[in-house]
């Protein structure tokens, strides 16, 4: 069974309208961790945010928000205005300790902003 | 820069061929990791070291070593290459467990 899904495979959206990519996580550990990543099309993957269980406050940071609901495990990923620079594949990760901490991956959105 | 530097960026193998993945960290991270990126496939972790002389098995450790040199580096070794071993392989590293990775560039390994 999946421990992190992201049901969207792909998303496509016209510069500047927001778009919101879903996370959903399971985990039986009371303390655990979630992260996301970005890899755009050059290859590279950038670390865009840790959240641990305790902390379900939502956080922005620019144009990007991320809405922790642990009632329906999920760790959701919005970008306000989106810009073409946010087209990239973007993944979900799930960190616990029954697996020793190491990074349990969803498959990746890859969203693209059309100009 | 401060990171994980990976070499070499591009590789092309002939079945059978050996060869060595680099990695190096300057962050003075405990934990080092070597996955391999597949299209459709999403990251799948291949060994990691959870600190300097250990090293374990990951989800897909079949046709490769590693050796967790010192603190700063670990290798990734195929012995006898073959063609589903053509892949993206990224090396991280972290500081904690339960902190996020920092990711190498990548090597993009064509096995023909």
């Known amino acids: 069974a999946q421990k992190v899904t992201q049901a969207q495979t792909e998303i496509s959206v016209v510069e500047k309208e927001d778009v919101t990519l879903d996370c959903v996580y399971e985990?039986?550990?009371?303390?655990?961790?979630l992260f996301w990543y970005k890899q755009p099309p050059s290859g590279e993957l950038v670390f865009l945010i840790r959240?641990?269980?305790?902390d379900e406050q939502n956080e922005i940071s620019g144009r990007y928000s991320w809405n922790f609901q642990k009632s329906t495990s999920s760790f959701n990923f919005t970008i306000t205005a989106s810009q073409v620079v946010d087209s990239a594949v973007y993944f979900c990760?799930?960190?616990?300790?029954?697996?020793?901490?190491?990074?349990?991956w969803g498959a990746g959105t890859k969203l693209i902003i059309k100009p | 820069n401060a990171g994980v530097t990976q070499t070499p960026k591009f590789q092309v193998l002939k079945t059978g061929q050996s060869m060595t993945l680099q990695c190096a960290q300057d962050?003075?991270?405990?934990?080092m990791y070597w996955y391999r990126q597949d299209p459709g496939m999403g990251l799948r972790l291949i060994y990691y070291?959870?600190?300097?002389?250990?090293?374990d098995k990951g989800e897909v450790p079949n046709g490769y070593n590693v050796s967790r040199l010192n603190k700063r580096e670990f290798s990734l070794r195929l012995e006898s290459a073959a063609p589903s071993q053509t892949s993206v392989y990224f090396c991280?590293?972290?500081?904690?467990?339960?902190?996020?990775?920092?990711f190498g560039s990548g090597t993009r390994l064509t096995v023909v």
């Open positions: 991280a590293s972290s500081s904690d467990r339960s902190y996020g990775y920092t």
């Open positions: 962050m003075n991270h405990n934990s």
């Open positions: 070291s959870a600190s300097e002389g250990t090293t």
């Open positions: 985990t039986r550990d009371t303390t655990y961790y």
């Open positions: 959240r641990n269980s305790f």
């Open positions: 990760a799930l960190s616990e300790a029954r697996s020793n901490y190491q990074l349990i």
